[in-house]
């Protein structure tokens, strides 16, 4: 897919979906002698969001319903509305991705202000004077959809009045395409068999957890592989002089349940 500043989403999300769509022609399966009914959709971070985005874009199209045996996201960011949860709070300043950066990054995606970055860091552009937001909260209530060993003593950030240009300026904020985790129930049914891998010390770990929540309450099988020290992008440091332990557990524990299931 093509990259920010060449296009802006939601280009990537449409680029993916042409070369999925183009890779599952019978002439191009054949060609490569792929199996059609094990196909799957994978991505690590970013590359996760878009095969998160993927499979759902795929769910609600009748022609290709059912086309994918799995995905399997590892540390996907999934969502833009709340950057306090207790992982973000947690990992605040935690390499490859603090929080800022992780910000930045979505402003960047959504060609927009960077002067809303920091009302963005404190959910001014989710507060409870934006309308927009109010219907998607319960989607990523993560007061309800982490476990107490991940909540712990962390308190939600919820403003009760804050920067309602944000939203009215960068919609795509709330657009499930570019935040898988905020998609209706309705999409989540019927999803491939899921693979979600987190790491804990990275801002993302919730996004990837309250995701494998809300699949498994629509009825989706899930496997959440969390590594307790996993860090963000950790799977590629596999090779010297960077063979860190956790990338190569990580990376195993991937192709193992690859093997497994598709």
Known sequence: YRLVPKVYFPEQIHDVIRA??????????HKYSVDPGRIGVSGDSAGGNLAAALGQQFNQDANLKNKLKVQALIYPVLQALDFNTPSYQQNVNTPILPRYVMVKYWVDYFHGNHDFVQAMIVNNHTSLDVEEAAALRAHLNWTSLLPAS???????VMQTTGNTRIVQEIPQLLDARSAPLIADQEVLRHLPKTYILTCEHDVLRDDGIMYAKRLESAGVEVTLDHFEDGFHGCMIFTSWPTNFSVGIRTRNSYIKWLDQNL
């Open 150 to 156: 991940i909540t712990k003593n962390y308190k939600p």
């Open 20 to 29: 999925t769509k183009y890779f599952l022609q019978p002439e191009v399966l």
